[in-house]
Structures are given as structure tokens and as C-alpha cells.
């Protein structure tokens, strides 16, 4: 039996009564704690940490170690954060590259109704990166 269904059936059928998990709490257990930064999950970064690069970075990194042990998608928000910040900062090379790496990240998820939310997801990531590879041509031609 794959060790993901062992870990959600464990889960279910635990003999003492505790709190129930909410979703942070499952995929941290998934996930053998790949999810957090800053020994936080990191939806809890999203609001506050925002505009904060290096922190939005560390959230895309532990958004694909969490996705390759759980299966599940990376959520999509630090990686949007970190293209949209690195537009401002006129990055374009890391806007791209972590456009990139959101779409092989999606590409990599497994399970049921995975391919719907892969097309719904990636269709923003594609858009941006083919703009970002137009603003490079240009800062090319005129270099």
C-alpha cells in the first residue's frame, strides 16, 4: 500500500480521540513537515509576507517539496507573489524562472482531477511568462 493512503488512513482510524487536522495540519503530516518556513505552514506567511521576496521564495520552495511527498498542487500564490514582485524590481530573469518553475511543478502532480486544476492554474503562468520572454527580446534588441 502507497505510504500516502497508509498516512490518511492512520488518520482515520486513530484509537484515541484527538482534535480533528485542518488541511495545514494534514499535509504538514503528509508532507513530513515540507510545508512550513519559519516553523509556520505557509498560508500563515500569505498576508503579511506578501511583499517580502526572500520569504515568498522560501514559500515556493516549500510549496514543491510538499507537493512532490503529498501528490497534492502547490498552491500557486507564492509563485504569483514572486513573478509580480520581480517585475517590479525589474527581475525578469526570476520572473520567468519562477514561472517556469510553477509550471514543472504542476506538471509533476499526481491524482484524481489533477489535470482539470493543472489547465486552470497554469493558463496565468503561461500568459506571464510569454510576456516576460517579449520584455527580454526587447531589452535584447536594444542591448
Same mark, same amino acid.
Given at each position: 500500500?502507497?505510504?500516502i493512503l $497508509?498516512?490518511?488512513?492512520?488518520?482515520?482510524?486513530?484509537?484515541?480521540?484527538?482534535?480533528? #487536522?485542518?488541511?495545514?495540519?494534514? %499535509?504538514?503530516? #503528509?508532507?513530513?513537515?515540507d510545508n512550513?518556513?519559519? /516553523? /509556520?505552514?505557509?498560508?500563515?506567511? @500569505?498576508?503579511?509576507? $506578501?511583499? *517580502?521576496?526572500r520569504?515568498?521564495?522560501?514559500?515556493?520552495?516549500?510549496? %514543491?517539496?510538499?507537493?512532490?511527498?503529498?501528490?497534492?498542487?502547490?498552491?500557486?500564490? &507564492?509563485?504569483?507573489?514572486?513573478?509580480? #514582485?520581480s517585475?517590479?524590481?525589474? *527581475? &525578469?530573469?526570476?520572473?520567468?524562472? &519562477?514561472?517556469?518553475? &510553477?509550471? /514543472?511543478?504542476?506538471s509533476? @502532480? /499526481?491524482? $484524481?482531477?489533477? @489535470?482539470?486544476?493543472?489547465?486552470?492554474?497554469?493558463?496565468?503562468?503561461?500568459?506571464? @511568462?510569454?510576456?516576460?520572454?517579449?520584455? #527580454?527580446? $526587447? %531589452?535584447? %534588441?536594444?542591448?
Amino acid at each position: 500500500m502507497n505510504s500516502i493512503l $497508509k498516512t490518511i488512513l492512520a488518520f482515520f482510524y486513530r484509537e484515541e480521540k484527538s482534535p480533528p #487536522l485542518n488541511s495545514g495540519d494534514f %499535509i504538514t503530516n #503528509l508532507s513530513d513537515g515540507d510545508n512550513l518556513v519559519n /516553523k /509556520k505552514q505557509t498560508w500563515e506567511h @500569505a498576508e503579511v509576507g $506578501k511583499d *517580502d521576496i526572500r520569504l515568498m521564495k522560501e514559500c515556493c520552495d516549500a510549496e %514543491i517539496r510538499s507537493s512532490m511527498k503529498s501528490n497534492f498542487v502547490p498552491a500557486p500564490f &507564492y509563485f504569483r507573489r514572486v513573478a509580480i #514582485l520581480s517585475r517590479k524590481n525589474k *527581475d &525578469y530573469e526570476q520572473e520567468l524562472r &519562477y514561472c517556469n518553475l &510553477y509550471l /514543472k511543478a504542476l506538471s509533476k @502532480a /499526481k491524482g $484524481k482531477n489533477v @489535470a482539470v486544476q493543472v489547465e486552470a492554474l497554469s493558463e496565468w503562468f503561461v500568459k506571464r @511568462a510569454h510576456k516576460v520572454e517579449s520584455i #527580454l527580446s $526587447k %531589452i535584447e %534588441i536594444k542591448n
